[in-house]
């Protein structure tokens, strides 16, 4: 329900919804990303947040330090649960945001 309390609000400031590129991840997908993906680029099995439910990797805009979008997001939806967490800042992970109610 925070989700689409986001994207409303999100639809009203740019007039299209929020793009999202990953969400849900089961745990068969989070170990072959693991395995594939370079050392401390995805989250060992088990303790993805993607796994838990309760990230997003976002684009349109969001996933670009500076743009509108990502600002307004980083203004706006810790209002509605969500935030891009301390690590995923400064350029390393922009799209990637957590929802902590």
Not at 6 to 29: I, K, M, N, Q
Request: net charge negative.
């Amino acid at each position: 329900m925070a989700f689409l309390e986001l994207d409303g609000a999100f639809r009203e400031e740019f007039g299209r919804p929020v793009c999202v590129t990953d969400s849900y991840r089961p745990y068969h997908e989070q170990a072959r990303l693991f395995q594939e993906m370079s050392p401390g680029m995805a989250a060992e099995p088990g303790t993805s947040r993607h796994g838990l439910g309760v990230a997003v990797d976002l684009c349109g805009g969001v996933e670009q330090l500076g743009a509108a979008e990502h600002e307004w997001m980083l203004d706006n939806a810790p209002g509605h649960g969500w935030g891009n967490p301390e690590w995923a800042r400064g350029g390393f992970e922009p799209w990637h945001w957590e929802y902590s109610g």
